[in-house]
């Protein structure tokens, strides 16, 4: 071989180092990555137990809060009817003309036997008046009334229940009575007290242009709703 051909030959191994890739550099660089596990590969280790760990406290957190924390107060019970506001009775207003009257009641006074009546009055200016007034039995109108408050009268006003008087100890109507005038289109009335006691009131009669109405009421707790005409609930069927 010449010297030029020599030379030739090492120029052409000099060069094919240089194309050719270093296969074992590249095999210990491929087992060095995969025996170092990637950043990402890292946080998932880390952070799935600690997303557990999360969860389980915050599930405890609730957990006792819920059993720490005062219960909602009840909420209270829906009333039936509407709201009723008895007027304040005048004693014995002057200048009053009894008109029609209707017996509610008898009682025993101590002398005699007495009845609690309602009347349409008419007062002072044409006011009209519902009052109550206990006669002598068997006495209509006039003639000497039962203690110092009778009659007892209050306004006819509002609607449907126009006027309305709770007996007393001592008054025109005993104590654990009360006496309704309606409107006329009132067929049935219920009365409820403070602690949503019934009271079924029953139909007297019809006085003026009202209906009227007694009940039997619990003493020292009067009405304090009432319901007119309640719709009957409806009867079961197969």
Known sequence: MTDLERKLAEALRGQAREVTPDLDAAWAEQQRRQRRPPRRRKVAV???????????LTSVLLATKLNTASPPPPQP?????QELVFAVPEISPPSLDMGESMALVDFAGQTDNWTS????????????MFCVEALIKGVTSGGPTYGIESPSCVPIQ?????GAYVGKKGGPLPEGK???????????LRLYDAAGDLSQAKVVGLLGSGR???????P?????RYEINPTPAPSGGR
């Open 46 to 56: 880390w952070g799935a137990p600690l997303a557990a760990v999360l969860v389980v």
């Open 77 to 81: 019970a829906t009333q039936p009817g």
């Open 117 to 128: 009546r309602a009347v349409v009055a008419t007062g002072n200016a044409g006011k009209r």
């Open 158 to 162: 509002g609607s449907p229940v126009n």
């Open 178 to 188: 009360a006496v309704f005038l309606v409107d006329r289109v009132v067929q049935s």
């Open 212 to 218: 009227l109405f007694l009940a039997d009421v619990k």
């Open 220 to 224: 020292g707790s009067p009405p304090v």
